[in-house]
């Protein structure tokens, strides 16, 4: 989708100078000439960067920055300043006040468009990071595999969920099932760490489903060392009456006391190694392969043999 960004200056002739650029780069641009016009903009329709004038007649840019990051529509807008001033001190107000760039006037094309793209880069980034685990999300996966794909070198994906999860959170709180996460994240971490070269990518889509990039020849031995640390680990996070028994008893929907296994990891792995194979079909074979390993008991590993 095009990149809408909101250009905010006093100086029509200026504005204009930016408009010009950033549309003949493909950015969509909305072109606000005070403060007070931009901050109703902005809240009607939150663009995906701003470029804000500093020195603005009545509500001036540090203010706008402000109470931009003081409405929760608008408080995690990537906001670059343009200032006719390069002391230090003007520079350190409006980053305090919230802004995650500057720009010095007068100021080259080339660099405008560069810094406008590095920050949004960096937004969606940090945006993707999983709030739980650090690890990166949907938006970081899709990228490494699509690079991956369109390099034409061979990969791997391995679609990771955890089995009886919902049992456990039930049973013992979503912090407890927080700190479940927690270990799988560690765990998937250690075994890409240790895959060898070149590095294993990890990644977390979201809930108990985490994803890994590798190379074909990585993908079952990580995957076996993922199974195996896992497994040696879950134990101690049970009761130690239900790890005994080796199993838990939840009251379902029905108030039927149910019994359900300790909770395990099954990954379905696909992998690319030649032709015109869409990464968005890789993805979904893994995820196909997922969900044969999780109709076996166990933390099982389902590998798709037909890439």
């Known amino acids: 989708m095009t990149e809408r960004i909101l250009v905010v200056d006093d100086d029509h002739d200026i504005a204009r100078f930016v408009e ?33 004038d500093v020195m603005m007649p009545g509500v001036d840019g540090v203010e706008v920055v402000r109470r931009l990051r003081a409405q929760s529509s608008t408080a995690s807008v990537p906001v670059v300043m343009l200032t006719a001033k390069s002391l230090s001190a003007d520079k350190v107000v409006g980053l305090t006040a919230g802004a995650d760039d500057y720009i010095v006037k007068p100021f080259d094309t080339l660099e405008l468009v560069a810094r406008v793209r590095t920050t949004l880069r960096r937004t969606a980034d940090v945006r993707s990071v999983s709030p739980l685990t650090g690890l990166p999300g949907n938006h970081r996966i899709d990228v490494e595999i699509a690079a991956r794909s369109h390099a034409g070198v061979p990969y791997a994906v391995c679609h990771v969920d955890l089995d009886e999860f919902k049992s456990f959170n039930d049973a013992y709180g979503f912090l407890r099932g927080d700190d479940l996460l927690l270990v799988l ?27 890994i990039v590798c190379t074909p020849d990585q993908a079952e031995p990580l995957c ?22 080796g199993y838990l008893e939840v009251t379902d929907r029905r108030g039927e006391l149910r019994r359900h296994s300790l ?3 099954s990954i379905g792995v696909a992998c690319y190694t030649s032709g015109d194979r869409d990464h968005r079909a890789v993805v979904a074979a893994a995820t196909e392969m997922k ?9 099982v590993v389902a590998v798709d043999r037909r890439s």
């Open 20 to 52: 010009l650029n950033l549309s003949l780069e493909g950015f969509e641009v909305v072109v606000a000439h005070d403060g007070v016009h931009a901050l109703e903009l902005a809240t009607a329709n939150p663009p995906d960067l701003i470029l804000l």
């Open 185 to 211: 994240a560690a765990v998937l971490q250690q075994a890409g760490a240790g895959a060898g070269a070149p590095t294993a990518f990890v990644g977390h889509v979201g809930g108990d489903d985490f994803v």
């Open 224 to 245: 076996r060392n993922v199974l195996d640390a896992f497994d040696a680990a879950v134990p101690s996070h049970y009761d130690p009456e239900d790890r005994e028994r």
């Open 263 to 265: 909770v395990s990891v």
């Open 291 to 299: 969900g044969v390993a999780k109709t076996q008991e166990g933390s």
